[in-house]
């Protein structure tokens, strides 16, 4: 049976990864013969999704930079065994906003744990699983808090609210990460909606097409 492929949406807050993904899902639908499915991390599945709003509740201020790292892996894990391994598994096609490389920027690059450690718990959570392409949305910092202030519909969370500078670290770290990983592809999110979600889905068109996939 043909192994399915798993598809990330990376990018600091605010750069639109999530609004290109819904936009994205139903034009693959159409055109793949493949199942297609989109998910989400921390979530996707009951357990994960109770740690997510763990993590991101506004009133959990005194989290320990570790324990959210902790509680990460641990959604990550809980969401990979029960939803995408599965999925992978009946040659699905698997739409994921965020993947191991938000620890690595997050918590690596953000908040300065260490990066060998992040390393070691993604692949002891994810059995060595990385995906076979990953978007990385670039914006500024400045222009990424700009949008989630102005936009009314989406939540806030508790790293919303982290000063500026961490903001800038975690977008210098995925741009680092892109430098070293070749699935990684940058998109200038900057750029119109519309425009944004033309250039990712070229990008996974040729990606299936070049592995055969489609």
Same mark, same amino acid.
């Given at each position: 049976?043909?192994?399915?492929?798993?598809?990330?949406?990376?990018?600091?807050?605010?750069?639109?990864?999530?609004?290109?993904?819904?936009?994205?899902?139903?034009?693959?639908?159409?055109?793949?013969?493949?199942? +297609?499915? /989109?998910?989400?991390?921390?979530?996707?599945?009951?357990? &994960?999704?109770?740690?997510?709003?763990?993590? *991101? %509740?506004? !009133?959990?201020?005194?989290?320990?930079?570790?324990?959210?790292?902790?509680?990460?892996?641990?959604?990550?894990?809980?969401?990979?065994?029960?939803?995408?391994?599965?999925?992978?598994?009946?040659?699905?096609?698997?739409?994921?906003?965020?993947?191991?490389?938000?620890?690595?920027?997050?918590?690596?690059?953000?908040?300065?744990?260490?990066?060998?450690?992040?390393?070691?718990?993604?692949?002891?959570?994810?059995?060595?699983?990385?995906?076979?392409?990953?978007?990385?949305?670039? +914006?500024? /910092?400045?222009?990424?808090?700009?949008?989630?202030?102005? &936009?009314?519909?989406?939540?806030?969370?508790? *790293? %919303?609210? !982290?000063?500026?500078?961490?903001?800038?670290?975690?977008?210098?770290?995925?741009?680092?990460?892109?430098?070293?990983?070749?699935?990684?592809?940058?998109?200038?999110?900057?750029?119109?909606?519309?425009?944004?979600?033309?250039?990712?889905?070229?990008?996974?068109?040729?990606?299936?097409?070049?592995?055969?996939?489609?």
């Amino acid at each position: 049976m043909k192994k399915g492929s798993l598809i990330s949406f990376e990018g600091p807050d605010g750069a639109g990864k999530t609004s290109v993904l819904q936009a994205i899902l139903p034009l693959l639908e159409q055109k793949e013969k493949l199942e +297609v499915i /989109s998910t989400r991390e921390p979530g996707g599945v009951r357990i &994960a999704e109770a740690i997510r709003n763990v993590i *991101l %509740d506004v !009133e959990h201020t005194a989290m320990d930079d570790k324990t959210e790292l902790l509680l990460y892996i641990a959604a990550r894990r809980q969401h990979l065994v029960e939803k995408v391994l599965p999925a992978l598994s009946r040659g699905a096609i698997v739409l994921v906003d965020r993947f191991i490389d938000s620890s690595m920027a997050y918590q690596g690059y953000g908040r300065g744990l260490d990066k060998e450690s992040i390393d070691w718990l993604n692949t002891y959570a994810t059995d060595g699983l990385k995906p076979h392409l990953t978007l990385l949305f670039d +914006v500024p /910092s400045e222009e990424g808090l700009s949008r989630i202030k102005q &936009a009314d519909e989406r939540e806030v969370n508790r *790293l %919303d609210l !982290e000063a500026l500078s961490m903001h800038q670290k975690v977008r210098q770290g995925y741009l680092e990460l892109a430098k070293d990983d070749s699935r990684i592809v940058i998109i200038d999110a900057s750029k119109p909606l519309s425009e944004v979600v033309s250039e990712a889905y070229q990008t996974i068109l040729s990606y299936l097409e070049e592995t055969g996939c489609h």
